[in-house]
């Protein structure tokens, strides 16, 4: 079923593992063209915080992948972001000596050939995205982490960086909205959601706390993942204002087949910080202030 969301544990810290079970669940298809990895390099901080791309995790995959598509172009691709620059960020990370050892390529989109993508969104009805992600498989490969504005960021709001203007901070008064419709062009074919090292609190996704979860989650329905993922983490995913607005534009569906080597009461044990209180508080001052 493709909306069959799959969880796989890290047994002893075992990412390769790991991931070659979960790989192995997705049912990637056979031959591609080409082959496009969206990572998050979303801030200047290292792997042991869980706010960015973790190269424990990304070599393991591109590894994975190499294997079962030895002569297929593989691209690792980011964008430029408000205070981020995507080349410094992944050569800061180390990210360059890995995807060097696989024979994979890194974009940075912002040097990418854009094209227009007439849609029917929220608040756009033309985006322009790039070419390169149109003639590619896309594997999402996500961070899962708390957010301070929309509770939680996976899939879906990872794809968010790929709007082509660099200060993305014009789009935060309208933030869901944005995330859903930059994913009506941009498909992505299998979620990839690194959650081994996590982040929780109200501070997410850059300066929240670093949670060892030691699990792997993956589908081939986008929503459905993020659905998933925001109940894993204490969410209704009902209240996560972009999942549900992604399910009504039939981007994908909030239902799915749960897959899981955690039983429910280990699910329910895993627990991510999140004050909904002071969340709810900081909306209602957003409010206030842009009435002023």
């Known amino acids: 079923m493709k909306n069959t969301v799959y969880l796989v544990k890290a047994v002893n810290d075992d990412v390769y593992g790991a ?22 390099l979303c801030d200047y901080r290292r792997r042991e915080t869980g706010v960015t791309t973790d190269p424990l995790v990304l070599e393991p995959l591109l590894k994975l992948l190499r294997i079962r598509y030895p002569a297929t172009p593989i691209f690792i691709f980011e964008n430029d972001a408000t205070g981020t620059l995507a080349d410094n960020l992944f050569e800061w990370l180390g990210l360059d000596q890995i995807a060097k050892k696989y024979e ?3 974009i940075n989109l912002t040097r990418e050939e854009w ?4 849609i029917d969104g929220y608040c756009f009805q033309e ?35 790929c709007y082509q203007i660099k200060d993305k901070n014009q789009y935060h008064s309208f933030l869901e909205k944005a995330i859903v419709d930059i994913n009506i062009p941009i498909k992505s074919h ?13 501070r997410g996704p850059t300066q929240g706390f ?11 329905d986008i929503v459905s993942v993020d659905a998933f993922c925001a109940k894993f983490m204490g969410f209704n995913p009902k209240f996560v204002k972009h999942i549900r607005l992604a399910a009504a534009k039939k981007i994908g ?4 087949q749960l ?21 709810y508080l900081m909306e209602l001052f957003r409010k206030v202030v842009k009435l002023s």
């Open 115 to 118: 094209i227009p993508a007439c």
């Open 127 to 161: 985006i322009q995205i790039p070419r390169i992600l149109t003639e590619s498989l896309i594997i999402n490969h996500p961070k899962l982490k708390t957010h301070g504005r929309t509770k939680m960021t996976c899939g879906l709001k990872n794809i968010y960086g």
């Open 190 to 202: 299998f979620t990839v959601v690194d959650g081994f090292l996590c982040v929780e609190g109200n």
């Open 104 to 106: 994979v390529d890194f």
């Open 19 to 40: 991931l070659s079970k979960l790989l192995g669940k997705l049912q990637l298809p056979a031959q591609v063209k080409r082959i496009g990895i969206k990572i998050n």
């Open 210 to 220: 670093p949670k060892k979860v030691g699990v792997f989650i993956g589908g081939a």
């Open 259 to 279: 897959e899981s080597e955690l039983n429910q009461k280990e699910i329910r044990k895993i627990f991510f910080q999140f004050n909904l209180g002071k969340y």
């Open 253 to 256: 569906s909030m239902k799915y």
